[in-house]
């Protein structure tokens, strides 16, 4: 089974999950509508395929704003060795063949790696259809290929597929008409009735390019960058001497010995999981924050962590309070650790746009976060897809009560007036009922950065945010954690904003500035002013 989304591999995370868990093949690419040009699915043989793939998808979705992307025929020159090209004729109408151009640009940009794609749907003529795909095969070199454009798992969904396609559009599907499909062919059909549509060495070569992608997610492997350590040093012994510093600092008396065998105990589990990048990637962003005055906090299970303590992210004494690490890191877990440091909410653009600055937008950018349909926004989308007008979209969203964990039920309808069993209302309330949990749209993470030694964009496709100045990944923290991939994460917290005024204030007061090493010296002190 092959996922080609358009311009897109948000959802092969996913995919690959669940076809690891069903023991099926799955085969990652991404379907293209070329500005200049018509449709060409791409498919990733291997790694570096995969990685030409992805960054493809980079540029066409950075030179765009978000949620759309341009591509051009001279994108795909020399881009993208070892992917596979299914060239897709247009769709309307059934007769329109590729031209003569972009069939030779296909053949040239990939040789012997490039197929002309039949899609038999049922349609007024698919004989006729056929037998000129095969003439122009003929005449072009280039093999057929049996292709489904496959849009639902089974042909009940049609319903569901033309309420998502009149969203997408921003219409009704009253009104959708071209946009939608003219039947419920594209699901994924028996073997049977495959072999029923489509000459066997259609079908046959669906096998053959199958049998040449190989690539999994499986073989994606994250490196760190490298920058932070210095010439003559190992991350292992650079990370020691930074918590050497810092243990001397935090306790200029003396390191308790408790406190020092702790330390060792972490910083050797550390090294086993080769987790020392991450933890001076965060130290150099705290320090960054430092250095500019801007206060930070790290949180959450890190406070668990006497080397987080001895580098300055955290502040949980581990001489003075009951410390239990493998809350934070532990290898029977395999999951890898997250330092969560929160930041001024009015300043942390600062530290965003400095990792930007650090390691460049080919190497940095912000987690997504998928959002879903819930019962309100699933009632409000696929209401305005049937036709209902605003006002009553409006009262059945905000018939919804929080004690209906979610859901959409038929006793909130009749409260608003309306009558469950009639037509309408019944088919909004099987559709939205049946869109829950669907992926609405793709944003982006709160603070959740990702940072390679290399092209990120190899990695996974970068493309624009909503805000100015901003990047983002196509997956969010549930993909990396599929994947065993780390991010940092830069959060905002408005109450250290509010901390910062009182310092200020503080100031005004005194006559003279109050720093945060002074607001510490006072809690230590147990000193109120």
Request: aromatic letters at 6%; hydrophobic letters at 40%; a positive charge.
């Amino acid at each position: 089974l092959a996922i080609t989304d358009e311009c897109s591999l948000a959802g092969v995370v996913r995919a690959h999950v669940a076809a690891r868990e069903h023991r099926l093949k799955l085969i990652v690419g991404a379907e293209f509508r070329l500005a200049d040009g018509p449709g060409i699915v791409v498919l990733a043989s291997d790694r570096d395929a995969y990685g030409n793939l992805s960054e493809l998808i980079t540029t066409a979705r950075r030179r765009s704003g978000k949620g759309s992307y341009s591509l051009q025929w001279n994108d795909l020159s020399a881009r993208l060795n070892g992917c596979l090209a299914i060239l897709i004729p247009p769709a309307l109408p059934a007769s329109t063949l590729p031209s003569p151009a972009d069939i030779t640009r296909v053949a040239e940009y990939f040789p012997r790696r490039a197929w002309i794609a039949a899609e038999l749907l049922c349609g007024p003529d698919d004989r006729k259809l056929l037998c000129e795909l095969q003439e122009l095969s003929r005449a072009s070199g280039l093999p057929l290929v049996a292709a489904g454009d496959v849009h639902m798992h089974v042909r009940s969904r049609r319903a569901l597929q033309d309420t998502l396609t009149a969203i997408r559009c921003g219409t009704t599907v009253a009104r959708a008409r071209q946009a939608l499909y003219p039947n419920a062919e594209r699901h994924l059909r028996l073997r049977m009735r495959l072999a029923q549509l489509y000459p066997p060495e259609l079908l046959a070569a669906t096998v053959h390019i199958a049998e040449r992608c190989n690539f999994s997610l499986d073989s994606l492997r994250y490196e760190y960058p490298d920058e932070l350590v210095p010439v003559g040093h190992t991350p292992v012994s650079y990370l020691r001497e930074l918590v050497e510093a810092g243990l001397r600092t935090r306790f200029a008396q003396g390191v308790p010995e408790h406190v020092r065998k702790l330390v060792e105990r972490e910083l050797a589990l550390i090294a086993e999981l080769g987790y020392e990048p991450y933890f001076l990637t965060v130290c150099d962003i705290v320090t960054f924050a430092k250095s500019r005055g801007i206060l930070c906090q790290g949180r959450g299970s890190a406070a668990n962590s006497a080397v987080c303590y001895a580098l300055g992210i955290t502040a949980v004494d581990p001489a003075r309070m009951s410390m239990l690490f493998e809350r934070f890191i532990s290898k029977e877990r395999n999951e890898p650790p997250d330092i969560d440091v929160d930041f001024e909410h009015q300043r942390r653009e600062e530290v965003i746009q400095y990792l930007y600055r650090k390691y460049g937008r080919d190497r940095a950018a912000l987690t997504a976060t998928v959002i879903t349909y819930r019962s309100r926004s699933a009632l409000r989308d696929v209401g305005k897809a049937l036709g209902l007008d605003l006002q009553q979209v409006d009262r059945i969203s905000q018939s919804l009560a929080w004690r209906d964990g979610g859901k959409v039920l038929a006793q909130r309808l009749t409260e608003a007036g309306f009558d469950p069993h009639s037509r309408r209302i019944a088919n909004l309330l099987a559709l939205a009922t049946t869109l829950l949990g669907f992926p609405r749209h793709l944003s982006q993470h709160t603070g959740g950065f990702v940072i390679a030694r290399g092209l990120l964009s190899r990695l996974a496709p970068i493309e624009n945010a909503a805000m100015p100045e901003r990047s983002v990944i196509e997956w969010d923290k549930d993909d990396l954690d599929a994947l065993g991939l780390l991010k940092v994460d830069v959060l905002a917290l408005g109450m250290l904003s509010a901390i910062r005024r009182a310092f200020d204030m503080i100031g005004l007061w005194r006559g003279a500035p109050a720093s945060s090493e002074q607001g510490s010296r006072l809690r230590d002190a147990n000193v109120r002013e």
